[in-house]
């Protein structure tokens, strides 16, 4: 029987328990691998089908209790690192990570050189991000311009312009050589799935704060194959795929506004583009998105449409008495990362089993909503 973890107050008033659910995609790598969010009670992951729900508490039990020491464990055994693995995203839901105050570098050396952070570390875990390789990154920088090298540019300037910030940290620069190496990275290893699309800019930006650009490249890489493969199609097919799941999401949960907004001829489409092409990456301020991936990165991506909806309900009340929603939706309120969190936790065990299983595999497989 899983075990059923107490939460703090400040998710106990949105749902006493939460268990997570499992789906298999082998695409995805191990660290990563089908781990997310279900309406069941308890809050260790467990791999499998959507029916079948195993628990790892009697290993978890086992591990050191913060993050550092979860970080520095030595594992001998994959059992071992699942475990760890499961502990910390249970920590994540519950704790968050804690603040860091990183020592400030002078301008001069910051681009080069970046503290390692806790949140970086966490990231490259999720993601089986274990080694780097500076001369590889090096070699595909060298290659110069790719054949999208325009597009690249055309795009990195407008990069979050407006976060102060993300400004001081991450200059153009990084970004170009990032998205370009990214594209000689997938021509070198004849994968000729993935190209620079639309959106990739916003996705690389919070990997290049976090983290060296070293790290955020092999991050970022490994983050688009096998996270969200069908968000970087040409047409950008996952994208849509996740809309639509959006529009259904929101019938279900609240059909007052998704009438609301439907009469006045809202989609999902219209309003929500943005916000699921980069994950939520366009709304600041920075710090929140950071807390917000946190939980994506351990849980999965796809709950990004939930996140949304949850943003949505925040501004419940605005919406239903606008007569013009859309100058609300336009430009959306800052993010807070806790609340949407916690009340997506809630909106996950609304939806329906089958509608679930196609949100979890949208970021992998569009056609699942192609009806």
Same mark, same amino acid.
């Given at each position: &029987?899983?075990?059923?973890?107490?939460?703090?107050?400040?998710?106990?008033? %949105? +749902?006493?328990? !939460?268990?997570?659910?499992?789906?298999?995609? &082998?695409?995805?790598?191990?660290?990563? *691998?089908?781990f997310t969010c279900s309406r069941h009670k308890n809050v260790s992951p467990s791999p499998g089908s959507a029916s079948s729900r195993r628990t790892h508490s009697h290993q978890i039990d086992r591990l050191p209790n913060s993050f550092e020491e979860i970080l520095n464990t030595t594992h001998r055994t994959e059992r071992e690192v699942k475990a760890s693995l499961s502990k910390l995203r249970r920590m994540i839901l519950?704790?968050?990570?804690?603040?860091? $105050?990183?020592?400030?570098?002078?301008?001069?050396?910051? $681009?080069?050189? *970046?503290?390692?952070? !806790? *949140?970086?570390r966490v990231w490259k875990h999720f993601l089986g991000v274990y080694h780097v390789s500076a001369n590889e990154y090096i070699r595909l920088i060298q290659k110069g311009k790719s054949c999208v090298y325009d597009k690249v540019r055309n795009d990195t300037f407008r990069t979050l312009a407006t976060d102060k910030k993300f400004l001081e940290r991450v200059n153009e620069d990084m970004l170009i050589r990032v998205l370009n190496a990214f594209v000689w990275k997938m021509k070198s290893s004849g994968n000729q799935t993935?190209?620079?699309v639309q959106g990739m800019n916003v996705l690389a930006a919070?990997?290049?704060?976090? !983290?060296?650009? %070293?790290?955020?490249?092999?991050?970022?890489?490994?983050?688009?194959?096998?996270?969200?493969?069908?968000y970087v199609t040409p047409t950008l097919q996952g994208v849509h795929c996740g809309l639509k799941l959006l529009d259904q999401c929101l019938?279900? %949960?609240?059909?007052?506004?998704? $009438?609301?907004? *439907?009469?006045?001829?809202? +989609?999902?489409?219209?309003?929500?583009?943005?916000?699921?092409?980069?994950?939520?990456?366009?709304?600041?301020?920075?710090?929140?998105?950071?807390?917000?991936?946190?939980?994506?990165?351990a849980y999965g991506v796809h709950l990004n449409i939930l996140c949304v909806i949850a943003q949505l309900l925040l501004m419940r009340d605005q919406l239903l008495e606008a007569p013009s929603p859309m100058k609300l939706l336009r430009t959306m309120p800052e993010l807070n990362a806790k609340p949407i969190i916690n009340l997506t936790i809630q909106l996950v065990q609304q939806i329906p089993d089958e509608l679930y299983d196609q949100l979890v595999k949208h970021p992998f497989y569009p056609s699942v909503a192609a009806s």
């Open positions: &029987m899983a075990p059923v973890i107490v939460l703090p107050p400040s998710l106990s008033s %949105i +749902t006493e328990t !939460m268990c997570v659910k499992a789906k298999t995609n &082998m695409s995805q790598p191990t660290a990563q *691998r089908s519950l704790e968050g990570l804690p603040e860091e $105050n990183l020592p400030k570098l002078a301008p001069s050396v910051q $681009n080069l050189i *970046r503290p390692t952070s !806790m *949140r970086s993935f190209t620079y919070p990997f290049l704060f976090t !983290m060296s650009e %070293i790290d955020a490249f092999f991050s970022f890489a490994t983050f688009i194959q096998t996270c969200c493969p069908s019938q279900i %949960i609240d059909p007052k506004l998704f $009438n609301h907004l *439907r009469l006045k001829s809202l +989609t999902a489409e219209i309003y929500a583009f943005p916000s699921v092409l980069t994950l939520c990456a366009c709304t600041p301020p920075l710090e929140q998105v950071l807390k917000l991936w946190d939980f994506l990165l």
